[in-house]
Every structure is written in structure tokens, then in C-alpha cells.
T-cell receptor, first 114, second 113 residues
Framework: DAGITQSPRHKVTETGTPVTLRCHQTENHRYMYWYRQDPGHGLRLIHYSYGVKDTDKGEVSDGYSVSRSKTEDFLLTLESATSSQTSVYFC?????????????FGEGSWLTVV | GDSVTQMEGPVTLSEEAFLTINCTYTATGYPSLFWYVQYPGEGLQLLLKATKADDKGSNKGFEATYRKETTSFHLEKGSVQVSDSAVYFCALRGDTGRRALTFGSGTRLQVQP
């Protein structure tokens, strides 16, 4: 298994509060991603990173911010949580091309906003 | 932009039946194609992949062939088992830019004894 740890794994929070999800990798991979999974939508990209301090937006980035100050850590912050952000969040990591052209996923963080 | 379309589920089969889950894609350039599987309450596991046209990915009795002429990557298995019950996702990864996966909406497979 790829060395990816997400925390917390489960969280219930109130509307309007900030929430930070952490993704930690031990593989020294360059690329890191945050996806959310919702019924009928598959997985949708929130933000991604292609190196330390290099991040960019995905398709559903509104209401989210990210930071990557070290290769191994990629933080996702919900600035002011809303009920529409209740979802399962997956972190993923990857190197690049050829035989390394595979993206590995963490086990997910279940977030409920009440 | 890139997109992936896969057949709606759920797909319900009897044990030992033949499985096909259709997947088609739209992308520029030369994407890599993937099938991931998700068991209840778990993350996504890579099932198989193909990185260029006419490549066949295979794993655990599943296989899929990268067909550029029909922009397809259909998943097949000759004889399914109850333990294959899961959600299957088709995905592509572009060869330029952000290098992220674009997913289909997933197909739930239920295999009955």
C-alpha cells in the first residue's frame, strides 16, 4: 500500500466553522491531490499540488484552500464549512510518467457539516 | 476538457456470469486510462491501467483494452465472484498540464450467489 495517511478520518462540524484535513505521505511523491466523492458525481478534483508551495485549483475549488509547505504534507481547509461540503474527501499522490504513471489514494475522510 | 462516461449502475449479476462495464472518454493528446475499484467504506484501489493505444491492462481476472479509434476502455471479466461486488470507476490522466485523474461517475456491481 502507498504510504498515505489522512486525518481526521471522521469529523462532524457545525456550519460556519473552519475545518482542516491533513494528508501525509511517506513516498516523496511530487504530485498531491484532494478530491471529493459524492453520489452520482464520481470523484471531483478540488485542488492539487505539483511541488512545495506550488498549488492550483480543480473543478470544485470554491470554499476550499490548500497549503503545501513540505513535500510530505498537503492540507485542505474549508474556510467556513457549509452543508454542501458534507462529503468524503480523498487525498491522492503520484509521481510522473512511465511505470510511475499511477495515482494512489488514501482511505478517505468522512466530513459531516450540520 | 477531458471527460469520462461510464455505464449507469447498479449492475446485478449471478456468480460466474460474464461482466462488461462500458467506458468511453474524451481527451486531447495521449491520455493514460485506468480502472479503480472501491469496496464499501474504503478508498480507491488501482485495478488496472493502460498507457497507450492497443495496450491491454489486466489484473485479478479483469481486463480492459485501450481503443483509441473508439475512445473506449471497457472493463471485462469472464466469471465474476461475490467478492467482486464493489463500485468500479473508469478514469483518465492527461499527458500534459496538471496530471490529475478525471473520473466517470462509477458503476456499482452486485454479484449474487
Amino acid at each position: 500500500d502507498a504510504g498515505i495517511t489522512q486525518s481526521p478520518r471522521h469529523k462532524v462540524t457545525e456550519t460556519g466553522t473552519p475545518v482542516t484535513l491533513r494528508c501525509h505521505q511517506t513516498e516523496n511523491h511530487r504530485y498531491m491531490y484532494w478530491y471529493r466523492q459524492d453520489p452520482g458525481h464520481g470523484l471531483r478534483l478540488i485542488h492539487y499540488s505539483y511541488g512545495v508551495k506550488d498549488t492550483d485549483k480543480g473543478e470544485v475549488s470554491d470554499g476550499y484552500s490548500v497549503s503545501r509547505s513540505k513535500t510530505e504534507d498537503f492540507l485542505l481547509t474549508l474556510e467556513s464549512a457549509t452543508s454542501s461540503q458534507t462529503s468524503v474527501y480523498f487525498c491522492a499522490i503520484s509521481n510522473d510518467r512511465g511505470e510511475k504513471n499511477t495515482i494512489y489514494f488514501g482511505e478517505g475522510s468522512w466530513l459531516t457539516v450540520v | 476538457g477531458d471527460s469520462v462516461t461510464q455505464m449507469e449502475g447498479p449492475v446485478t449479476l449471478s456468480e460466474e456470469a460474464f461482466l462488461t462495464i462500458n467506458c468511453t472518454y474524451t481527451a486531447t493528446g495521449y491520455p493514460s486510462l485506468f480502472w479503480y475499484v472501491q469496496y464499501p467504506g474504503e478508498g480507491l484501489q488501482l485495478l488496472l491501467k493502460a498507457t497507450k493505444a492497443d495496450d491491454k491492462g489486466s489484473n485479478k481476472g479483469f481486463e480492459a483494452t485501450y481503443r483509441k479509434e473508439t475512445t473506449s476502455f471497457h472493463l471485462e471479466k469472464g466469471s465474476v465472484q461475490v467478492s467482486d461486488s464493489a463500485v468500479y470507476f473508469c478514469a483518465l490522466r492527461g499527458d500534459t498540464g496538471r496530471r490529475a485523474l478525471t473520473f466517470g461517475s462509477g458503476t456499482r456491481l452486485q454479484v449474487q450467489p
